[in-house]
């Protein structure tokens, strides 16, 4: 765990957080946040889309009730919420009940785009009674002014307003109980590998409206081999359902609570089965797999960062049966070999377009063998 210092109108507070965590991203958003209210708000408080505990110790150098909630999105945030989070509660979304909270505060998480920022308002809204409210933070050069013009008719009015260098804050009144429903493509369907499917989709996912050409590499480059096979950070459920065969036994896991439940549907609306759980990285207690799918990120929030890949690699490493093979795909960000070459001692380049590289990683290196 990481800290960092966050310099606030009353003092400087310290935040832990794991690396691959983009909460210093918005930390601006919540300076404005302390600067700019003039009273304390209503307990219980909340933040939906909370990357680490930063709300929670800001709000505590402020007095502020200590009486809140932080919603992660996914198992790191989760750890990093929980190691400042101090009397605040950390639990997932499904837990938090309509009308638990009096004030919440959505920080626009602009990297998951427009529908992902939109998702994460809606869930706050939720959460509020009516005259609850609801703070909006974001960055003026990252859509926070064409976000908030949609939210009036999901949330309702704008009560207030603050300006911040380059940020801004608009305080919404909850008046609307009952929301349109968002547009969005939940459902899509279309050929993966060959395969008609059923996709279904989420605002907050990668590639959330697509399948991303990488991806569609992978699919159309499987291992034809049977057994167990893990699709390790498995989004959508693309990989996984691309994968199925009936001499195969299927794993997915992610550490993003809305991938895993929306894989499990994806399965579903195929027909299909598979163990799909919430992991951040391999699967623990479980027999070696004979192989893994793997399409690694390479962001941390807006930033490239190639830190959460070369766990996810090491990971794979580490739950792969000795004859077994990890079919991973590249983007050319990434770079195979600092994320394959010290893991692995047969790597074999199997496909490539759009710039993207599908690699055949045999012969997992034992920590003492492993390649520099
Ligand atoms: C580039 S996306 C690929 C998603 C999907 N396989 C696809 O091809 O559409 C990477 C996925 O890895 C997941 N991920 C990132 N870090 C992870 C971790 N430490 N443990 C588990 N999943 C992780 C992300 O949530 C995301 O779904």
């Not at 509020?128 to 005259?131: D, S």
């Given at each position: 765990m990481a800290w960092r210092r966050l310099r606030l109108p009353g003092g400087s507070v310290a935040i832990p957080s794991r690396a691959d965590q983009p909460g210093g991203e918005l930390d601006q958003e919540l300076r404005l946040l302390m600067r700019a209210l003039d009273r304390q708000p209503e307990a219980p408080l909340l933040e939906v889309a909370?990357?680490?505990?930063g709300l929670a110790v800001a709000a505590d150098a402020a007095g502020w009730p200590d009486d809140g909630m932080l919603i992660p999105l996914n198992l790191g945030a989760s750890e990093s919420c929980r190691a400042g989070a101090g009397a605040w509660t950390v639990l997932p979304l499904d837990d938090l009940l309509p009308a638990e909270a009096s004030f919440a505060v959505v920080r626009a998480p602009?990297?998951?785009g427009r529908a992902g920022a939109e998702w994460v308002v809606r869930a706050a809204a939720r959460a509020?009674?009516?005259?609850g409210l609801l703070a909006l933070l974001g960055d003026r050069a990252r859509g926070i002014e064409s976000l908030r013009r949609r939210l009036s008719p999901i949330v309702g009015p704008i009560i207030d307003r603050a300006v911040g260098e380059h940020r801004r804050l608009y305080l919404f009144e909850k008046q609307v109980d009952d929301p349109p429903p968002q547009q969005f493509a939940w459902t899509s369907t279309l050929r993966i590998a060959g395969r008609e499917v059923t996709l279904r989709q989420h605002p907050t996912l990668f590639s959330p409206a697509r399948v991303d050409p990488a991806t569609a590499l992978l699919a159309e480059n499987l291992p034809q081999r049977d057994g167990r096979w893990l699709d390790l950070g498995c989004g959508s459920g693309a990989l996984t359902v691309a994968a199925a065969r009936q001499d195969r036994t299927l794993t997915a896991v992610d550490w993003s609570y809305a991938a895993v439940e929306t894989t499990g549907r994806t399965l579903k609306a195929n027909g299909l089965e598979a163990d799909v759980r919430l992991a951040d990285g391999a699967p623990t207690g479980e027999q070696p797999f004979d192989v893994i799918l793997c399409y690694p990120p390479f962001h941390v929030g807006s930033r490239v960062d190639h830190g959460p890949a070369a766990r996810l690699i090491q990971a794979a490493r580490s739950c792969l049966a000795p004859d077994g093979e990890l079919r991973v795909v590249l983007t050319s960000a990434q770079s195979p070999r600092d994320l394959l070459q010290p893991n692995f001692r047969e790597i074999t380049p199997v496909a490539s377009a759009h710039g993207a590289q599908v690699f055949s990683c045999r012969q997992p290196a034992t920590n003492r063998g492993r390649r520099r």
């Open positions: 909370a990357w680490d505990a602009h990297w998951l509020l009674p009516t005259g």
